[in-house]
């Protein structure tokens, strides 16, 4: 029996995992129990920012582990303060409050929005088709995809769901009782999918008639994913808060929800808390993360890296129209959509030694650490090469 069918017998089965065990992580790779190498362009979900064994990640984990491993938020911890100093210069905003996941930082932005709502008369919370914002009830309600929400109604009350980028359905739906709008500047898990600017300028004026929120979710697109630190700084928007995690741990858990000024202070003592969030040792990653990310040559390298890369994507779909439909994205997070085939593609595609996987049902989605360089692009494209001609040769 191998590794992985032997974790079957152990977990709730709601993870279809690959056909081999890791061993270790070094850079851009990973090695398998075998000492076989894969090219890793899915880094644990958009997560391993800096690759494996970084050495300003260790520093940081071996520095804060002869300190302490986790106090709680009975204690001022000043890797905490530093990390949310961080990115408050980093984006403008006022306030921090640290979580251990994606969906917990969701769960802290409906919360203080519920609250704001009720002092403000208002009770409708937007959220788009295809969206993904997390597993946990109340982002479950705000995720509006069926596969994911339908076994498990009823969820929250006054969710409405509207057709992405569709802005005579974002003008009939909002009014005066609309409490906020959630969105992905980029859908990562719908498929790769950028809202256009229409849409975003489009909401972002109603936002001023109606005087709503506005929540975008930067877990999948922050943290220099798409070659800005936060997507939404791309084009100036300006949210009342974002909700970030995946890579700001550098591969430790940690997520975090930033409001603007105007929420600053609505939270009082009591009415939100977490044992783990802020947990010191993944503050100190996150900490080295964010400095190594935050650098104008940094998220240059990411610019350049991902624009290089689309660039052969968009070759390669030219190559195989009958196939691919297209492929798009910004910086390092990336989708080809094919017609057929994508999960067995992707189990291919591991055979050949490169990791991805699928993401809105067939578009095979690459969120690679930051670190490559084009040739890891280069080999990328041989590898996906190889697996196109396996699966349809
Ligand atoms: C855009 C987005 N929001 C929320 C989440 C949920 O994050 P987590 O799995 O850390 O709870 C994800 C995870 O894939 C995501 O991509």
């Known amino acids: 029996m191998n590794l ?23 850079g851009v790779y990973l090695y398998d129990k075998q000492g076989k190498k894969y090219l890793d362009f899915l880094s644990g979900i958009a997560v391993n920012a800096l690759g494996y ?8 984990i071996l520095k804060q582990l002869k300190r302490n491993l986790h106090l709680s938020n009975y204690f001022s911890q000043d890797v905490q303060i ?11 905003y006022s306030r921090v409050f640290f979580t251990n996941s994606g969906a917990e930082a969701i769960e802290g932005l409906l919360k203080i929005s519920k609250k704001w709502g009720n002092q403000n008369g208002k009770s409708e919370i937007i959220a788009l088709k295809g969206s993904f914002h997390g597993r946990t009830a ?46 992905e500047g980029i859908m990562g898990e719908g498929g790769v999918r950028p809202l256009s600017r229409d849409f975003l300028d489009a909401m972002y004026a109603l936002r001023e008639q109606y005087h709503f929120l506005i929540f975008a979710d930067e877990i999948q697109t922050g943290v ?19 909700a970030t995690a995946k890579g700001l741990g550098g591969g430790l858990p940690l997520g975090a929800f930033v409001v603007s000024e105007k929420l600053a202070n609505l939270f009082t003592l009591g009415d939100h808390g977490t044992t783990y969030g802020g947990n ?3 503050c100190a990653t996150g900490l080295a993360t964010v400095n190594h ?17 689309l660039e052969e994507l968009q070759s390669f779909a030219t190559r195989y129209p009958e196939t691919i439909v297209e492929a798009r994205g910004y910086g390092l997070l ?27 049902g067939n578009t095979l989605r690459f969120v690679p650490p930051l670190i490559i360089e084009k040739i890891h692009v280069t080999e990328a494209m041989e590898k996906l090469d190889r697996t196109f001609q396996k699966v349809f040769g």
């Open 138 to 183: 109340g982002a479950l309600s705000i995720t509006m995809q069926d596969k994911y929400q339908k076994q498990f109604l009823p969820l929250l009350s006054n969710c409405k769901a509207i057709p992405a980028n569709d802005v005579n359905a974002l003008r009939k739906v909002v009014n005066d009782k609309t409490l906020a709008v959630f969105y």
């Open 53 to 60: 064994q970084h050495p300003e990640i260790e520093l940081a």
């Open 82 to 92: 530093e990390l949310a100093k961080r990115l408050l210069q980093l984006t403008g």
């Open 280 to 282: 010191p040792l993944a």
């Open 293 to 309: 990310i935050s650098t104008d040559a940094f998220l240059n390298h990411v610019k350049g890296t991902g624009q290089f890369f």
């Open 334 to 360: 990336l989708g080809l959509e094919v017609k057929e085939k994508a999960g067995q593609m992707m189990f291919e595609a591991a055979r050949q030694g490169l990791l991805f996987n699928i993401a809105g």
């Open 224 to 242: 220099g994913r798409t070659g800005y630190f936060y997507y939404f700084q791309k084009d100036g928007y300006q949210p009342d808060g974002f």
């Open 4 to 26: 992985a069918e032997n974790a079957n017998q152990y977990f709730l089965n709601v993870y279809k995992r690959f056909p081999f065990a890791v061993e270790k992580g070094e």
